[in-house]
T-cell receptor
Framework: QQQVKQSPQSLIVQKGGISIINCAYE??????FPWYQQFPGKGPALLIA?????SEKKEGRFTISFNKSAKQFSLHIMDSQPGDSATYFC???????????FGSGTKLNVKP | NAGVTQTPKFQVLKTGQSMTLQCAQD?????MYWYRQDPGMGLRLIYY???????DKGEVPNGYNVSRLNKREFSLRLESAAPSQTSVYFC?????????????FGSGTRLTVV
């Protein structure tokens, strides 16, 4: 049973466009929701994160939108650039088990 | 530089051989994790150690063993490698006491079993 469901699996966006990646979860015990960015041949790196008491968090061109009642959160990349081409993972932290549950990943390709 | 160090970066094994993947972190983190990453499967948790002296199974523990040698080091052992264990392995650490500020990942070990 996948605890965090991520979509789409892949995404192609033109340079300057908006990239949107969605995640949904079921377990209301999750209390921290990060997004990770992974470039080929590298380990995932923390990009941005949000806690459930906040509906939106923005850092530069990256925004997380969080809908607690719907148990959904999304990553928006504004003015997408070719350098943003990477695989993105959403995750949810379960404090009782001290571990993250990851989505299956989205491969983003930003075309010049 | 502070972070998570994994060795080796690449390894080719023959079916039935054994090997140990090493991981060390210098951030004084309590928790450490081993994941495998396969195309289309995302990151799957193999084993984790919430604190020094404890280890727990993740989603895909079969065929693996782990040792939390001390607070810094967490190793993953393949006793009898199988082609199905061909994957990229990532070690991560976390300071879970603070409610989670995310994982820090190592750069990975690319393992091929032939």
């Amino acid at each position: 049973q996948q605890q965090v469901k991520q979509s789409p699996q892949s995404l192609i966006v033109q340079k300057g466009g908006i990239s949107i990646i969605n995640c949904a979860y079921e377990n209301t015990a999750f209390d921290y929701f990060p997004w990770y960015q992974q470039f080929p041949g590298k380990g995932p790196a923390l990009l941005i994160a949000i806690r459930p008491d906040v509906s939106e968090k923005k850092e530069g061109r990256f925004t997380i939108s969080f809908n607690k009642s719907a148990k959904q959160f999304s990553l928006h990349i504004m003015d997408s650039q070719p350098g943003d081409s990477a695989t993105y993972f959403c995750a949810a932290w379960h404090n009782n088990f001290n571990k993250f549950y990851f989505g299956s990943g989205t491969k983003l390709n930003v075309k010049p | 530089n502070a972070g998570v160090t994994q060795t080796p970066k690449f390894q080719v094994l023959k079916t039935g051989q054994s090997m140990t993947l090493q991981c060390a972190q210098d951030m004084n983190h309590n928790s450490m994790y081993w994941y495998r990453q396969d195309p289309g499967m995302g990151l799957r948790l193999i084993y984790y150690s919430a604190s020094e002296g404890t280890t727990d199974k993740g989603e895909v523990p079969n065929g693996y063993n782990v040792s939390r040698l001390n607070k810094r080091e967490f190793s993953l052992r393949l006793e009898s490698a199988a082609p199905s264990q061909t994957s990229v392995y990532f070690c991560a650490s976390s300071d879970n006491r603070s409610g989670g500020y995310g994982y820090t990942f190592g750069s990975g070990t690319r393992l091929t079993v032939v």
